[in-house]
């Protein structure tokens, strides 16, 4: 398992954006398949986007044309830009890494960072 950290959330207004960041206590280029979700009060853990080898990346329907999910490995961050933020989106947000080179499920869970939009 590897260590993450999210940061980046916090309150807005609808249609404004947010960046969340997840930092990674290991190289990010041997994880190479990492994703965003979130739960919001009352609901299912939901996927948000992942990113699959650094490259391909897949988005909940929600959320499609709004945000982006992407990797710096110099830094070993993991990015989700959100835009065009919208009261729905108010939740706790979790990044997720799978095992080294993509073996196995979701194994490592950050903390969590809370994104609240107001209307």
């Known amino acids: 398992q590897v260590q993450l950290v999210e940061s980046g959330g916090g309150s807005v207004h609808a249609g404004g954006s947010l960046r969340l960041s997840c930092s990674a206590a290991?190289?990010?280029?041997?994880?190479?398949?990492m994703g965003w979700f979130r739960r919001a009060p009352g609901k299912e853990r939901e996927g948000v986007a992942e990113i699959d080898n650094g490259v391909s990346t897949s988005y909940a329907d929600s959320v499609k044309g709004r945000f982006t999910i992407s990797q710096n490995d110099a830094k070993n961050i993991l990015y989700l830009q959100m835009n065009s933020l919208k009261p729905e989106d108010t939740a706790m947000y979790y990044c997720?890494?799978?095992?080294?080179?993509?073996?196995?499920?979701?194994?490592?869970w950050g903390q969590g960072t809370q994104v609240t939009v107001s209307s």
């Open positions: 290991v190289p990010t280029f041997l994880y190479r398949c």
């Open positions: 997720a890494a799978k095992g080294p080179f993509c073996s196995g499920g979701y194994s490592s």
